[in-house]
């Protein structure tokens, strides 16, 4: 599990000139991601500031607390896992993943591994 936390909008942008003479941009917004500890199975005390990519002329993400969309995570073109940050909102992720556990996993099987 993945908590974002953003504080505020901004956003970091590098600008550049390719060999090719093409233009290039790289916009990051400095977010703080709370990280999952598998000691406690709880989140981390204190969470880690990263960057977060935002693809040309996104709008940056407000100040509040989000969840790592379910669509972040995809298969490459190797066949391998791959992550590329999206976020929502924790209502939006509450919703699509009980949606998605739901319909993937028996109702029987999900109630008897919360139960312990």
Do not use: C
């Not at 908590?3 to 970091?12: F, P, Y």
């Not at 669509?71 to 490459?76: A, K, L, N």
Request: aromatic share 8%; hydrophobic share 40%; net charge neutral.
């Amino acid at each position: 599990m993945l908590v974002i936390e953003v504080e505020r909008a901004d956003v970091q942008e590098r600008t550049g000139t390719r060999d090719n003479g093409q233009p290039w941009k790289i916009r990051n917004q400095v977010v703080y991601a709370h990280m999952y500890d598998a000691e406690t199975g709880q989140l981390k005390r204190y969470p880690t500031e990263v960057k977060l990519r935002l693809v040309d002329d996104a709008k940056p993400y407000q100040p509040g607390f989000y969840m790592l969309s379910p669509t972040s995570i995809f298969s490459d073109r190797y066949d391998a896992l791959a992550v590329d940050a999206h976020l929502v909102t924790v209502e939006e992720y509450m919703k699509a993943t009980a949606a998605a556990i739901s319909q993937r996993i028996p109702k029987e099987q999900a109630q008897a591994k919360a139960a312990g």
